[in-house]
């Protein structure tokens, strides 16, 4: 059913794409004229995996996909796209079903959630107070289901200065309710006697609370004091960090309380109880009168993500063990998140990451068919492709996966990663990471290496944020490809489009990982996980020429024919450009001694340097020339 469905929208999406094309070319040429062969020449030169591969791309980018946001009808449609394709090549499905025993391609995780607070309760016999303008749950707590008598507890402060104090460790409070006051100690105008502006930190929440709930009371209730000199104390919350696992806390207006209080046969005022508490006086044990606390928070999953997941499947005596290919699927949509040019506008990813998507799908293709053709004896890994979901948001599919594998951790002898594998310019570099992350493989891959006619800017250590961030937490040995730095300025914009994708050198990348994968699915061996930290030492001896830069600025650039230099296109916010006080529309024109013609000469410059170094940077800003210093920082 869904795959036949997609395949109807393959279709659909195809035609529309093309059919403008044609449609353009009829109108402005007349048949007789039109010359066939340079156009049919050129299609049938065309590698076929090329077509195939731009073909994905092109879908995934599409408007049909909205920029694949999780939880739009993009997101599901992307989603269907993948799997049908992964279904299509005869992988099998390897995640478990909701039904007992079934297999699905899909694993599903919790993307979004809001907590609701139910039944909520605050009872003295017949006297009900009414949740949001008498009393709030917090968060601060637990669950609540208690009755039981009231223990007053002054500002539930253990020391304060001058012999100050509310209780000892030695009181228990066990069976009762603690009621406490927000704050501490004050004089008539509402003031601490502690501090002459604000109040100490013994006002704050995490050690009162810890430390009246160390007493072992059933339960917590905060109030407002009477007449302190601050706006909080008018305002009853209910969120907040939860500090004790298994004691409600709630919170209480002063008039609310009083009652409360009063209805225990205790004739005191509010105000009286303040006075009790700023002296200082201890804990006071009011009767038997049970008060009733209850509520309970429920957790609703308001968002799921899913990760699309297929498998080749190993054979022999390595078929236990298996390797992770993975792509993040998920985008910016309409830019509504994460966009370096703000919400609006389609975001298509086709750089980010359905470049990545694409591949991973060629290699879906590819390895079942290296497998198909293997020698039957021959023993072989099982290859889990994933394409991930929730990764522009904060890694979360790749996370959710290690926490909840479909196969143990342990089994896991690689983990291969793309984002944005679709730039690949003129001169043909990839930049492969974290070949240092397992023992002898440098070796090993720098062998595939050469064997392709890509130019593989190579770096033991890991680098760049995304999944394989989440596999290498956990020691497993990655492998993580990328366009290399700097960054493309359509990163994250609308801009990330289909006409920008080089997708000879998108191919390029998974016929390279389609060897990596499959040697290192063959190869009896596992690489030994190697710390992050050590490789990274090894990456800084030797400088390679075509190592990484050591150090980052904050700003991108772009180059501008016939123009000077290099226009400056985005400033990070936390970044040290953005301190020295280079703006957005400057242009760069010289670093130290050296005038910057490209980006090639600004990476070669930066190439030299380490973090904490302060550069001379001269710039053309409104046709004046000015200098600022720079301190560069540490790439992470
Ligand atoms: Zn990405």
């Known amino acids: 059913m869904r795959t036949t469905m997609t395949r109807t929208t393959t279709v659909l999406l195809l035609s529309a794409l093309l059919v403008p094309a044609a449609a353009a070319q009829d109108s402005t040429q007349d048949v007789e004229d039109r010359d066939w062969a340079p156009l049919s020449n050129a299609m049938r030169d065309v590698d076929p995996d090329v077509r195939e591969y731009q073909e994905h791309v092109i879908i995934l980018s599409s408007p049909w996909m909205e920029g694949r946001l999780p939880g739009t ?50 009872s003295v016999g017949d006297m009900k107070f009414k949740q949001g303008a008498d009393y709030e749950m917090t968060r601060l707590g637990s669950d609540a289901d208690v009755s039981a008598p009231l223990a007053f507890v002054g500002y539930g402060i253990s020391e304060g200065p001058d012999g100050y104090s509310d209780f000892s460790e030695d009181d228990d409070l066990s069976g009762k309710i603690a009621v406490i006051f927000r704050f501490e100690p004050m004089g008539e105008d509402g003031r601490s006697l502690w501090e002459d502006e604000g109040w100490t930190s013994r006002v704050n929440l995490r050690p009162k609370i810890s430390g009246v709930g160390g007493l072992n009371p059933e339960g917590v209730i905060l ?72 509520g309970e928070s429920s957790v609703a999953v308001t968002q799921w993500g899913e990760n699309i997941m297929a498998k080749v499947e190993g054979r022999g005596e390595l078929e236990d063990e298996y390797i992770i290919i993975g792509a993040h699927l998920d985008h910016l949509g309409m830019g509504e998140f994460g966009s370096n040019e703000g919400p609006g506008k389609l975001h298509p990813g086709a750089d980010d990451n359905a470049s990545g998507v694409a591949a991973l799908i060629m290699l879906a293709g590819s390895l079942q068919a290296a497998y198909d053709e293997a020698p039957e004896d021959m023993p072989l890994r099982d290859v889990i492709l994933i394409a991930f979901d929730g990764e522009e948001s904060g890694l979360n599919g790749s996370r959710y996966y290690v926490e909840n594998p479909v196969q143990p951790l342990e089994d896991l002898v690689l983990m291969i990663n793309f984002d944005m594998i679709g730039r690949i310019e003129g001169d043909r570099r990839l930049s492969i990471s974290g070949t240092g992350t397992g023992v002898g493989m440098p070796e090993w891959a720098r062998g595939h290496f050469e064997a392709s006619d890509l130019v593989i800017v190579e770096s033991e250590r890991s680098s760049g944020g995304s999944d394989h961030t989440n596999f290498l937490r956990r020691e497993i040995p990655i492998l993580f490809a990328i366009t290399p730095f700097p960054l493309h300025n359509d990163y994250h914009t ?114 030299t340097h380490d973090p904490g170094d302060v550069v001379k940077i001269r710039l053309l800003r409104d046709g004046r020339e000015e200098t600022v210093d720079l301190t560069l920082e540490a790439r992470d």
């Open 73 to 122: 009808r993009g997101a599901e449609l992307a989603r269907e796209y993948v799997e049908s394709q992964f279904a299509a090549r005869g992988l099998t499905p390897p995640a478990p079903g909701e039904e007992p025993g079934t297999l699905t391609y899909r694993q599903r995780f919790p993307l979004g959630s809001s907590s609701q607070m139910l039944n909520r309760q605050l």
């Open 223 to 294: 109030v407002n004091p009477p007449g302190a000199d601050d706006p909080r104390a008018t305002r009853l919350f209910s969120s907040g960090r939860q500090y004790l696992g298994d004691i409600p806390v709630f919170m209480m207006t002063p008039d609310a309380a009083e009652k409360m209080l009063q209805a225990t046969g205790d004739t005191r005022s509010i105000q009286e109880w303040r006075d009790h508490a700023d002296q200082g006086n201890g804990i006071v044990h009011l009767g038997d009168t049970e008060v009733t606390l209850k």
């Open 494 to 607: 609308s801009r990330d489009t289909v006409d920008l994708i080089n997708y000879e050198g998108g191919m390029a990348t998974s016929d390279l990982f389609h060897e990596l994968a499959y040697s290192a699915a063959a190869n009896p061996e596992r690489f030994e996980y190697t710390s992050n930290r050590r490789a990274r030492q090894r990456d800084r001896q030797p400088q390679r020429d075509n190592a990484m830069p050591r150090v980052k600025f904050g700003f991108r650039t772009a180059a501008d024919e016939g123009e000077p230099g290099l226009r400056i296109v985005f400033i990070r916010e936390d970044g040290a450009a953005n301190e020295s006080g280079i703006k957005v529309g400057d242009r760069l024109i010289g670093w130290n001694d050296v005038e910057l013609e490209g980006r090639r000469q600004l990476i070669e410059q930066l190439r």
